[in-house]
RNA sequence: GGUCCCGUGGUGCAGUCUGGAGUGCACGCCGCCCUGUCAAGGCGGAGGUCGCGGGUUCAAAUCCCGUCGGGACCGCCA
């Protein structure tokens, strides 16, 4: 039927009868004697001179049969790559009819999304959308090459598998031969991938699918897609060597140019100078640590664990006062009780509601220690360090957080994340990652020494892909070995009998003979958005959830008729239907 | 669970703060004219439950309460 694609026609064509095929973009009719059809598929617009009438509107789908010529002399156009050229002597066959378009189909405007969504099969003919899947096609092939190039092989593992309790919401599904069970959709192949290592399959990846049913984001969706994928007799050097080459490969055949070493970062270091384990280091303005000079201070707000501010380079003209009250608003919404902040003047003195309080040691060295400068702005917060950091490192995204698409790809890898996160009013610390996180060597000891907060400094062999201020993904070195998991389960307070009902497959397994093993996996969404320079997922996702997790196009999630539950051997509480 | 923003012909917006006739702009749509345009041009026309419900008022797109839908974020996402 087609002979070229609409973009490719250039001038060497000319002479040539093709055939085209494609949606009527715009057209430009001047009489029944002349119109000018742009015709367009997903490589370009071509223009098509037709000289009899023709009722071609928008979006109908023809096949156009002409001869390449060149346009007339000055009358080329520059805004297309065919624009040296026309189709004369049109042949038009009319394949399709179209209702008008319920959004300008054309590039320049902006259109609400949920229409965007409703009708997301028009959408999806327009250039961004066909950049971006394109962009996502090639990621997922540059990341199966690069796995395949270093030794791995592709398992896939099934969908409907066994809820276990930990993690995130699991999505269910009903089981019809086994009413009153049902199965889970898994949040990650995680287990069955250690199972994999057990089975012998020394290098396993897949690119799987994988579902939380929890609440969703800018860079969060139910459903998404990771490369996964687990390594036996390795390190954690060799599991990020192994990732870094997919993430190279990919970064490299989407942006023509091939990132350098991804550095490392230490967890604690992330959180001391960035307050979040997912820093994103296109930009400075690092938390800087004031505890020191308040240790003997009379202001009340600043007698606390932990004092440390951030700079507003010449931000004290940017903000006015109604602006520091709602960044104080915000901070309080995070959970501070409240910001303290300086305007530097002449002679880097300070203003600011807290300075009467503060001697002029804490006011000289305040200002020392941040580099203030005359016309910057400086932000405190003094609290418990970890509310300190993180309310630290929200406001500094609030405040600097370039544009998605600036700054470049910074890759970063956050290693010797903690292995507990909190610790229980009863003293039982909770796992940061899943139980089965080997703890740092180093720290191996303290497993047996620690008590109360002790336990937040053990260190884990877990670590994270950052880019730009997104997590990409997380991995870590497993335990094999009895002795060390049954540390952690008596740690966690989770007894045998408890431990063998919520993962006793995996510890059966491991009883004969598993493999040291390490393994990784990063969100493919997210690597394809900020490649493709997009500030949100839903764009590089064919057919998104909206945030309520609805789908405009196919009006799910839909109710269920009666029959369809009984099968099913369910029925809805009262208060539900 | 919480905070904030948005909802006005098919589309994008202005109008809302400070209540006074569905008022306006651009695109699209329909018809006519037009032989070199390219976001074609000219003339004419159609198209509205101002998301929905309630309240205040002589009077509500506008103010108040509720609700639905969309978005951003906090919590949540081992």
Redesign the pocket.
Known sequence: MRTQYCGELRSSHIGSTVTVCGWV????????????I?LRDHTG?I?C?V?EKL?L??EYVVSVTGTV?S??E????E??ST?EV?L?DCIVELLSSAE?????M?E??????????RHRYLDLRKSRMQRNLRIRAQVNSAIRKAMEKQGFVEIETPMLIAS?P????DFVVPSRLHPTNFYALP??P??FKQLCMVGGFDKYYQIARCL?D???????QFEFMQLDMEASFVTQDDVLSFVSEAIKDSAETITGERPGEIPRMTWIEAMERFGSDKPDTRFGMELIELSSIFENTEANVFKVDCVKGILYSQGAEILGRNAIDALT??CQ???AKGLAWFRVGEGSSLDGALTKFMSEEEITQLTATMGAKEGDMVFVIADQRRTVN?ILG?LR?ELARPPVGEGGLNFLWITEFPLF?SVTDSGEP????????MPHPDDLGMLDEASGEDYLSIRSQAYDLVLNGW?LG?GSVRIHKKDIQAKIFHLLGIQDDEAQQKFGFLLDAFKYGAPPHAGFAFGIDRLVALLAGE??I?EVIAF?????????LTNAPTPLDDGHLEELGLRLAPDMS
Do not use: M, Y
């Open positions: 973009d715009t057209r430009r009719v001047h009489s029944e004697h002349l119109a000018f742009d617009i223009q001179v000289d009722d509107r928008s010529r346009r007339f000055g009358k080329s156009n805004k297309l624009g026309e004369g008008p378009p319920p959004f300008p054309h320049r405007s902006e259109v609400d999304e949920n229409i965007r969504l276990t930990e993690g995130a919401r949040q990650s995680q287990i939380r929890e609440d969703l984001r800018a860079d969060r608003e915000k919404s995070w959970g993180h929200l995204l996160e909770i796992p940061a990652h899943h139980p089965f996180t997590e997380s500030e949100n839903r998104p959830k909206t945030q309520s997790g609805s789908d405009p």
